[in-house]
């Protein structure tokens, strides 16, 4: 059985910072790609930031420069630094959880129930 669960969103001011975490558990997850996506409202949902089983990262680049994806392969878990923060990262962000060691462009894997960004200007 496969749990995704995020952590670390909520509130705050146009400039901040806020860090999401997101530990994945069971088969074939926890290792290989990881992902965090967005859901604006109104809007589809979004690749964010992306890393590999090696490592390799890639962002969207409305977030370049100031989102950083990383992992702890011990912990199962990745997480993603966000800063200088925009009211237009607003949205509902989704970890996602591959069982391939790359991240293919089909949204597949598994996903958490998603945590709740807001930023006010």
């Known amino acids: 059985q496969v749990r995704v669960v995020e952590s670390g969103g909520g509130s705050v001011q146009a400039g901040g910072s806020l860090r999401l975490s997101c530990a994945a558990s069971?088969?074939?997850?926890?290792?290989?790609?990881m992902a965090w996506y967005r859901q604006a409202p109104g809007k589809q949902r979004e690749l964010v930031a992306g890393?590999?089983?090696?490592?390799?990262?890639n962002y969207a680049d409305s977030v370049k420069g100031r989102f950083t994806i990383s992992r702890d392969y011990a912990k199962n878990s990745v997480y993603l630094e966000m800063n200088s923060l925009k009211p237009e990262d607003t949205a509902v962000y989704y970890c996602?959880?591959?069982?391939?060691?790359?991240?293919?462009?089909?949204?597949?894997?598994?996903w958490g129930q998603g945590t709740q960004v807001i930023v006010s200007s």
């Open positions: 996602n959880a591959r069982t391939t060691a790359l991240l293919t462009s089909d949204e597949s894997g598994y």
């Open positions: 069971g088969p074939r997850v926890g290792r290989n790609a």
């Open positions: 890393i590999t089983r090696l490592g390799t990262t």
